[in-house]
């Protein structure tokens, strides 16, 4: 999972890493060793050594792309001094806030022409505040205020607590209101897969939606009660 997350925002399509071209209907050639139909092991991007279906990712800070690794690599860049500062290890937490519920009102603030972004810090061009989001064009990228986010952290402090680069703050609105999660950023990277593999005409289409909403269900299912002392605590240990 190499795709640099810019390369989903709003500009000449391209197929997801999944996709293969299109030919003949017949059989791929098997690799050495591996049975025909049978999906090529994963390996380590860093040493080649085979991964299971759940690996960590490690993010290319220079780049702005995931490269997966095994145990051992992963572990190796949980330290931001560690790969000379240009790759980290992505946590994989996942958080929720029951006690502060941002408004529809303070959702509209912050100006995004639909119901769900995400919104991360970069280190790259001198950092700041970036917030993503599906549009017809595919994943449209916006600056935002960032006196307004502060404002926001003051009242929701969770939205100040993802690590810069490898976490971010997923918000979605619907008629039944605001929810926001702290999410790892290679949970952005699939939603931005998504939509970019299902997305259809200016709503997105059903297909899409129906995608969205699966991934929405995962973020709910995996997130743990946000508590400040323990984020302060894991923040620390990388």
């Known amino acids: 999972?190499?795709?640099?997350?810019?390369?989903?925002?709003?500009?000449?399509?391209?197929?997801?890493?999944?996709?293969?071209?299109?030919?003949p209907a017949q059989p791929a050639e098997a690799a050495p060793g591996e049975a025909?139909?049978?999906?090529?092991?994963?390996?380590?991007?860093?040493?080649?050594?085979p991964i299971p279906a759940d690996h960590g990712h490690v993010a290319d800070?220079?780049?702005?792309?995931?490269?997966?690794?095994?145990?051992?690599c992963y572990l190796l860049f949980t330290q931001e001094s560690a790969g000379r500062g240009r790759y980290r290890s992505v946590p994989d937490r996942y958080l929720v806030d029951f006690g502060r519920v941002l408004t529809p009102a303070e959702w509209d603030q912050l100006e995004i022409p639909v119901g769900l972004?995400?919104?991360?810090?970069?280190?790259?061009?001198?950092?700041g505040l970036a917030g993503f989001y599906p549009s017809p064009a595919g994943v449209t990228e916006s600056i935002l205020d960032l006196a307004l986010w502060k404002r926001l952290i003051d009242?929701?402090?969770?939205?100040?607590e993802p690590v810069k680069d490898v976490e971010a703050v997923l918000?979605?609105?619907?008629?039944d209101g605001v929810e926001y999660y702290l999410v790892p950023i290679d949970a952005c990277y699939e939603l931005a897969g998504r939509m970019r593999l299902h997305w259809r005409g200016f709503d997105?289409?059903?297909?899409?939606?129906?995608?969205?909403?699966?991934?929405?269900?995962?973020?709910?299912?995996?997130?743990?009660?946000?508590?400040?002392?323990?984020?302060?605590?894991?923040?620390?240990?990388?």
Request: glycine letters at 10%; one cysteine or more; a positive charge.
């Open 155 to 160: 009242d929701y402090p969770l939205l100040g």
């Open 171 to 175: 918000i979605s609105r619907t008629d």
């Open 1 to 23: 999972m190499s795709t640099g997350l810019r390369r989903f925002a709003a500009g000449a399509p391209e197929k997801p890493p999944s996709a293969r071209p299109a030919g």
């Open 61 to 72: 800070l220079e780049s702005s792309t995931l490269m997966c690794g095994c145990r051992a």
């Open 204 to 238: 997105g289409g059903t297909e899409a939606r129906e995608s969205i909403a699966a991934f929405l269900a995962d973020v709910r299912t995996r997130a743990r009660p946000y508590r400040p002392a323990t984020v302060s605590q894991e923040r620390q240990r990388g």
């Open 36 to 49: 025909a139909g049978q999906a090529p092991e994963e390996k380590c991007e860093f040493c080649a050594a």
């Open 117 to 127: 972004a995400f919104f991360l810090h970069t280190s790259r061009d001198g950092g």
